[in-house]
T-cell receptor, first 117, second 117 residues
Framework: EPEVTQTPSHQVTQMGQEVILRCVPISNHLYFYWYRQILGQKVEFLVSFYNNEISEKSEIFDDQFSVERPDGSNFTLKIRSTKLEDSAMYFC???????????????FGPGTRLLVL | AQKVTQAQTEISVVEKEDVTLDCVYETRDTTYYLFWYKQPPSGELVFLIRRNSFDEQNEISGRYSWNFQKSTSSFNFTITASQVVDSAVYFCALSEAPDGATNKLIFGTGTLLAVQP
C-alpha cells in the first residue's frame, strides 16, 4: 500500500541553524501539506501546496518557513533560522484532491521529530 | 470559525470495557468533513474514518463505531471490548471544503486512551 515517507525521522539542531525536512508524498497525489505537533499538544496546520505554489498557510507559517517541490517526488519544509519553539513533530500529508469535488482523505507520513537546542 | 472540541483529556479503562470518545465541532459551512485519527505511542497518525456532512449514517467497523449527529454537532467514536493495543491518543478533525482550495484539517486537542490489562 502506498504511503507518505519522511526523512529524517529525528533531527537535532542548534538554535539559528537552517533545517530542511523532506517528504515523499504518495505518487498520484497532487495536494501536499505540512502540520506540526508540539509535544503533548494538538496537531496544527502549517501550509498547503498545490500546482507548485502555496494555496493556504497559517499564522505559524511565517517568513522563517518555506516549502518547495524541487522535483517530481519530494516536498520539503525549510526552517531558515530555527528557534527553540520550533521543536516539534512535523508531519507531511498528501491527498489527490480536496474540496467539494469529492474529498480525498489526507494521509500522513510518520513525522520528523525536530529538537532545537 | 472552525473548531473541534474533545473535552475528554484522558480516559482510562480496563480491557474489554466499552469506551466512547466525544467530539464536538463548530463550522459555518454546510459541506464539511469529519475525521478520526489514531496516534499510537510510536507517534504516527493513522487514519480511521472520514464522514461527509451530508451523510449522517452511523458506521461500524469491527470493534469501532461512529455516531454522527448534526443536530448536536457531534461525531463520537466508540470502541467496543477495548484492548491494550487501543491505547493511543485519538484526534477528531474537521475540514471545510471551500471551492478550489485545499482542505486543511483542524484538529481537536486529542483524547489519551489508556487501556489497562
Amino acid at each position: 500500500e502506498p504511503e507518505v515517507t519522511q526523512t529524517p525521522s529525528h533531527q537535532v539542531t542548534q538554535m539559528g541553524q537552517e533545517v530542511i525536512l523532506r517528504c515523499v508524498p504518495i505518487s498520484n497525489h497532487l495536494y501536499f501539506y505540512w502540520y506540526r505537533q508540539i509535544l503533548g499538544q494538538k496537531v496544527e496546520f502549517l501550509v498547503s501546496f498545490y500546482n507548485n505554489e502555496i494555496s493556504e498557510k497559517s499564522e505559524i507559517f511565517d517568513d522563517q518557513f518555506s516549502v518547495e517541490r524541487p522535483d517530481g517526488s519530494n516536498f520539503t519544509l525549510k526552517i531558515r533560522s530555527t528557534k527553540l519553539e520550533d521543536s516539534a513533530m512535523y508531519f507531511c500529508a498528501s491527498n489527490r484532491r480536496p474540496g467539494r469535488e469529492g474529498l480525498e482523505t489526507q494521509y500522513f507520513g510518520p513525522g520528523t521529530r525536530l529538537l532545537v537546542l | 470559525a472552525q473548531k473541534v472540541t474533545q473535552a475528554q483529556t484522558e480516559i482510562s479503562v480496563v480491557e474489554k470495557e466499552d469506551v466512547t470518545l466525544d467530539c464536538v465541532y463548530e463550522t459555518r459551512d454546510t459541506t464539511y468533513y469529519l475525521f478520526w485519527y489514531k496516534q499510537p505511542p510510536s507517534g504516527e497518525l493513522v487514519f480511521l474514518i472520514r464522514r461527509n456532512s451530508f451523510d449522517e449514517q452511523n458506521e461500524i467497523s469491527g470493534r469501532y463505531s461512529w455516531n454522527f449527529q448534526k443536530s448536536t454537532s457531534s461525531f463520537n467514536f466508540t470502541i467496543t471490548a477495548s484492548q491494550v493495543v487501543d491505547s493511543a491518543v485519538y484526534f477528531c478533525a474537521l475540514s471545510e471544503a471551500p471551492d478550489g482550495a485545499t482542505n486543511k484539517l483542524i484538529f481537536g486537542t486529542g483524547t489519551l486512551l489508556a487501556v489497562q490489562p
